[in-house]
Structures are given as C-alpha cells and as structure tokens.
C-alpha cells in the first residue's frame, strides 16, 4: 500500500467512528469538520507512521540479529548463535517460544 491508501484508511479509521456517533446522535457538523485541526492532527500521524514505521522496523531487527552475532564475513546466522539469542530473555523470544515451540531445549 502506498502513502495515499496508508493515509486513507488511516483517517478513516480515526475520525469513522466520532463520526459515525456524531451523526447517530445528530450532533452537526461534524467535529472535525468545525475544528479541521483534528483532521491534520490525523494526516500527519498517517504520515509520521507511513515513514516512521519501517525506519524503527530497521533498527529493532537490527539490533535483534547484531544479538545473534553473525558471521562476520557473510552477514549468516548460525544455528548457535540463534539457539543463544532464543534461549535469552526478550518479547520477541517469548513470542516466538510460545507460538512455534513447545520446549526449547
């Protein structure tokens, strides 16, 4: 999905269900179509996620594999040094031992 479908469903999701209560409740206009602050304050948290979101992405795996200690030549993981990161404690570890292990040995 791209930035525009991104923002779309972004905003839809924000301001659809104060909307959808608005109109139920026949409160008119719209909030934020009388204060069109909170319809930027949407935008720019789309935009901020859009952008944001693979940015963090790359740092926290990055800092995930540098913990599996690969091989300095070839950038690999090795079974050893992912057995000692799963056996460490993390959320990643815990989830990962709670939906695919049953015991981690």
């Given at each position: 999905?791209?930035?525009?479908?991104c923002?779309?469903?972004?905003?839809?999701?924000?301001?659809?269900?104060?909307?959808?209560?608005?109109?139920?409740?026949?409160?008119t206009?719209?909030?934020?179509?009388?204060?069109?602050?909170?319809?930027?304050?949407?935008?720019?948290?789309?935009?901020?996620?859009?952008?944001?979101?693979?940015?963090?992405?790359?740092?926290?795996?990055?800092?995930?594999?540098?913990?599996?200690?690969?091989?300095?030549?070839?950038?690999?993981?090795h079974?050893?040094?992912?057995?000692?990161?799963?056996?460490?404690?993390?959320?990643?570890?815990?989830?990962?031992?709670?939906?695919?292990?049953?015991?981690?040995?």
């Amino acid at each position: 999905m791209h930035v525009v479908g991104c923002t779309l469903v972004g905003c839809v999701s924000g301001l659809g269900g104060g909307t959808l209560n608005a109109m139920m409740s026949g409160a008119t206009p719209v909030y934020w179509m009388a204060y069109p602050t909170w319809l930027g304050l949407c935008l720019v948290s789309c935009f901020a996620t859009f952008y944001g979101a693979p940015v963090l992405e790359d740092a926290m795996s990055g800092r995930e594999v540098a913990a599996m200690e690969p091989d300095p030549d070839t950038g690999l993981v090795h079974f050893e040094g992912f057995k000692k990161w799963l056996e460490a404690e993390g959320e990643y570890q815990e989830r990962l031992k709670l939906r695919f292990c049953t015991e981690v040995r």
